[in-house]
């Protein structure tokens, strides 16, 4: 598996924000993390890219324990958070170079990984602009692209679509699927929008801090719409 997290758990004082939380990923699969706002998908993203330190359980990312191997374990994750990172001050190409840096690339290798990431999510025309003047939308593939240049074998995405309008939330959701498909990178996509998950995607259905079902999106729902049985499921509106 490629990311595998394990009765994890954790709280905030006397608040119990995730308990005994289990699930596994495939390699290349889409796995949608859907709950409603405040169900714990947050504090999980936190855990998983060690903002947070686990209290209790494990985690793995491509083999690595987390707790014991931290530097090869982040080594093989990209991550795009909720909330924009970008220098909006740079260029698109500059944001995607200073990252680059980071991770010890540089020169012509670091400049092809940055064109064929650009190429890859439709940004290569917008490499010279400031991501100051990006749309949302455009901003996000921005965020992916650089997430993409150390190749990494995990990704995760926090709420990537927040904001954003309807048929750019679809193109975006297509680019993940499709590079699923292509490259073989497993994803985990937090959401609460059902209408970003498909009937071949893993759901992990996270509420109030427990994982409620794990299983194919189509399996899970059976006959019913996946906005339906989500509120079943939570009480929330899908």
């Not at 495939?26 to 890219?49: D, E, I, M, V, W």
């Not at 903002?51 to 994750?77: C, E, K, N, R």
């Amino acid at each position: 598996m490629s990311l595998q997290v394990s009765d994890l758990s954790f709280s905030y004082g006397p608040k119990t924000a995730l308990e005994a939380v289990s699930f596994s990923v495939g390699h290349g699969q889409f796995a949608a993390l859907l709950g409603p706002n405040g169900a714990g998908k947050s504090t999980l993203f936190s855990l998983l890219t060690r903002l947070f330190v686990t209290q209790g359980g494990t985690i793995s990312i491509a083999g690595h324990d987390l707790a014991a191997a931290p530097l090869s374990a982040m080594a093989d994750l990209g991550v795009v958070f909720q909330q924009s990172t970008l220098d909006l001050d740079l260029t698109v190409q500059q944001n995607l170079r200073y990252f680059a840096a980071l991770h010890g690339m540089s020169g012509r290798s670091a400049d092809m990984r940055i064109d064929a990431a650009l190429d890859r999510l439709g940004m290569a025309e917008r490499a010279g602009e400031k991501a100051r003047g990006l749309n949302g939308g455009h901003r996000r593939r921005t965020e992916i692209a650089r997430a993409l240049l150390h190749q990494p074998k995990v990704l995760l995405l926090d709420e990537p679509t927040v904001g954003l309008d309807a048929p750019t939330r679809a193109g975006l959701t297509q680019h993940i699927h499709d590079l699923c498909s292509d490259t073989g990178v497993t994803v985990l996509w937090a959401t609460h929008l059902t209408d970003e998950v498909r009937d071949r995607d893993q759901v992990i259905l996270l509420h109030r801090g427990q994982v409620l079902a794990d299983g194919r999106c189509g399996d899970l729902r059976g006959d019913h719409p996946l906005p339906e049985y989500f509120a079943q499921m939570t009480g929330a509106r899908a």
